[in-house]
């Protein structure tokens, strides 16, 4: 028996779906290691469900060393298609059978699309096929989470990347990324800084060489910017010493500060450039965009992004 005044049953009817499954249901899912902490699957029921599809999107763990047979698998199973998180985004590169050139850029695989050649020697999303599929099947290999941090700054944050100059905190993988993406995106100056400074050397020397029309320098600027960002994983415990060095720097000389971390939903930096008088945002809408171009490659349709954020913000901060 459930102890007094203890629910018999979930209350909260926003995970139902208007269509049950049945043995016409088609899924996706994503894998990771660990993975019982992903918002994936409340977020992408969510927009699956506002499209009306009769579509699952589920959670595997998955062991880096059976990643091979788990994609193979979801392919056998005509899966419409995957997401990968920690740590197999870079794995997946080798694993896929196409490379689709956000993937190339970026040396990761953060979004697999299941696809089957037509009649006519196409490759075909599985999404798009009504009769059982005979054809070869294959597991094409794409990256949205550089555009999701471009997407963020734009939309969660009102910041066009072009002609900025921005404060990177991080030179890790996330780092890397979003320096080479602001870069691409044609910034007009990037400070880097990093705890271990020859990771920001490296990437300075990288991104003069892929993108010449970008001024890089490593440590803190002396007049203000336009953006700060942490890349860095300090501030996801409360303990956590601020990502930047205070004497060095103060947020008042940013116009706008942005988060990778979403969980707390305010760090001490955020908090910090809040109270300096700087727009903020946290990392939550990275996961949003990349997982709703992710949708949209699987489906062909536009995602209902609205929905989706809903759905997140409630798995990651409650209702
Ligand atoms: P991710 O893929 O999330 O970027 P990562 O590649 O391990 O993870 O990068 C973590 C980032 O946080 C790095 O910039 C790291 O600095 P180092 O390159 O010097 O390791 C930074 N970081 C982690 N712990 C830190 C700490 N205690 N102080 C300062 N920076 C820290």
């Known amino acids: 028996m459930p102890s007094s005044g203890a629910p018999l049953y979930n209350r909260d009817v926003s995970g139902l779906f208007a269509t049950p499954i049945n043995a016409t249901t088609r899924y996706c899912a994503v894998y990771g290691h660990p993975i019982k902490h992903s918002a994936s699957p409340a977020m992408q029921n969510a927009g699956l469900a506002a499209l009306g599809l009769n579509w699952r999107y589920l959670a595997f763990p998955v062991h880096p060393d059976q990643l091979q047979a788990c994609i193979v698998g979801a392919a056998a199973m005509q899966f419409i298609g995957l ?15 196409a490379l689709d050139e956000s993937a190339r850029t970026w040396g990761a695989v953060n979004t697999i699309r299941f696809e089957t050649q037509t009649a006519d020697g196409t490759w075909t999303r599985l999404a798009d096929i009504k009769e059982p599929v005979t054809g070869p099947i294959r597991s094409h290999g794409f990256n949205t989470d550089a555009d999701a941090i471009v997407r963020a700054l734009r939309d969660d944050l009102s910041l066009e990347p072009r002609g900025a100059v921005v404060l990177l905190l991080g030179a890790g993988g996330a780092g890397r990324t979003a320096a080479l993406k602001l870069a691409s995106e044609n910034v007009r100056e990037l400070f880097l800084v990093n705890r271990t400074r020859a990771k920001a050397e490296a990437l300075a020397l990288e991104i003069r060489q892929r993108h010449p029309n970008v001024k890089v320098a490593v440590g803190y600027p002396n007049a203000s910017v336009d953006l700060v960002l ?33 969980r707390p939903a305010e760090t001490a930096f955020l908090a910090a450039a809040r109270a300096a008088g700087c727009r903020t945002a946290n990392g939550l809408g990275m996961l949003l965009y990349q997982g709703a171009a992710a ?17 997140l913000q409630k798995n990651v901060y409650g209702p």
């Open 83 to 97: 997401n990968l998180t920690v740590p197999h985004k870079l794995l997946a590169v080798e694993l896929v059978d």
């Open 230 to 262: 942490n890349a860095t994983s300090l501030g996801l415990r409360s303990t956590d010493e601020l990502p930047f060095d205070g004497l060095a720097f103060q947020p008042s000389r940013a116009q706008a500060a942005y988060d990778m971390i979403y």
């Open 295 to 311: 949708l949209e490659l699987w489906t062909g349709r536009i995602p209902p992004i609205d929905v989706m954020r809903d759905a």
